[in-house]
């Protein structure tokens, strides 16, 4: 595991996915693991914080998350944009190795019975409410954060740092066909101070 993962207060989990980056989910249920991108992931709630996803019906960790109740949003790096266009274009259903294919390494942390990637910059752990009209209609699941975790090069203290972190440690945003862009610059307006 890496030396730099730090655990984040759950109060201030919620700001490691407000930046809008694409994410990674991964879900875990007797004994099969999976990972996959997505693009459409938001905070939700503060207290307990909660995070919307969408997740499509033909997704093997759609299936995965639903049995198990759990799963994992984590945030890949620009280093991970290839590992992170596969997964998000492949499938478990077809390519049962879809996992080692893309080189994605797992681990745990203490207490949680799930699959995290290795490398990327912050990992939530979330437990799914059940909401099936959502889920059925609009493939749109909510789960609330029951662990936090980031990698302290790039967030410390409730607030991102990509500013004077290494570029490949920025995360990703994806705009169609292979395209992402990292995260780019700091812009600070007026005199707020980061709190």
Same mark, same amino acid.
């Given at each position: 595991?890496?030396?730099?993962?730090?655990?984040?207060?759950?109060?201030?989990s919620w700001r490691l996915i407000n930046h809008g980056p694409?994410?990674?989910?991964?879900?875990?249920?007797?004994?099969?693991?999976?990972?996959?991108?997505?693009?459409?992931?938001?905070?939700?709630?503060?207290?307990?914080?909660?995070?919307t996803v969408v997740i499509d019906k033909i997704a093997k960790?759609?299936?995965?998350?639903?049995?198990?109740?759990?799963?994992?949003?984590q945030v890949p790096t620009a280093k991970q944009a290839a590992?992170? +266009?596969?997964? =998000?274009?492949?499938?478990? !259903?077809?390519?049962?190795?879809?996992?080692?294919?893309? &080189?994605?390494? /797992? @681990?745990?942390?203490?207490?949680?019975?799930?699959?995290?990637?290795?490398?990327?910059?912050?990992?939530?752990?979330?437990?799914?409410?059940?909401?099936?009209?959502?889920?059925?209609?609009?493939? +749109?699941?909510? =789960?609330?954060?029951?662990? !936090?975790?980031?990698?302290?090069?790039?967030?410390?203290? &409730?607030?991102? /740092? @990509?500013?004077?972190?290494?570029?490949?440690?920025?995360?990703?945003?994806?705009?169609?066909?292979?395209?992402?862009?990292?995260?780019?610059?700091?812009?600070?307006?007026?005199?707020?101070?980061?709190?």
């Open positions: 595991m890496n030396e730099f993962i730090k655990a984040v207060p759950l109060d201030k694409t994410i990674l989910v991964s879900a875990r249920h007797h004994g099969v693991d999976n990972v996959m991108a997505a693009a459409w992931a938001c905070g939700l709630d503060f207290s307990p914080p909660k995070l960790t759609r299936e995965l998350l639903e049995q198990s109740g759990m799963f994992v949003i590992m992170t +266009l596969q997964l =998000g274009t492949e499938t478990l !259903a077809t390519q049962p190795d879809k996992l080692v294919r893309a &080189g994605v390494e /797992l @681990f745990n942390f203490d207490g949680f019975d799930l699959p995290f990637v290795e490398g990327c910059s912050a990992w939530l752990a979330c437990k799914l409410i059940p909401e099936q009209h959502n889920q059925q209609s609009y493939d +749109l699941y909510i =789960g609330e954060i029951v662990g !936090a975790w980031a990698d302290k090069r790039v967030f410390e203290n &409730g607030h991102w /740092l @990509f500013e004077q972190a290494p570029a490949e440690l920025r995360s990703l945003h994806y705009v169609a066909g292979g395209h992402f862009y990292a995260i780019g610059e700091e812009i600070i307006v007026g005199e707020s101070e980061k709190k």
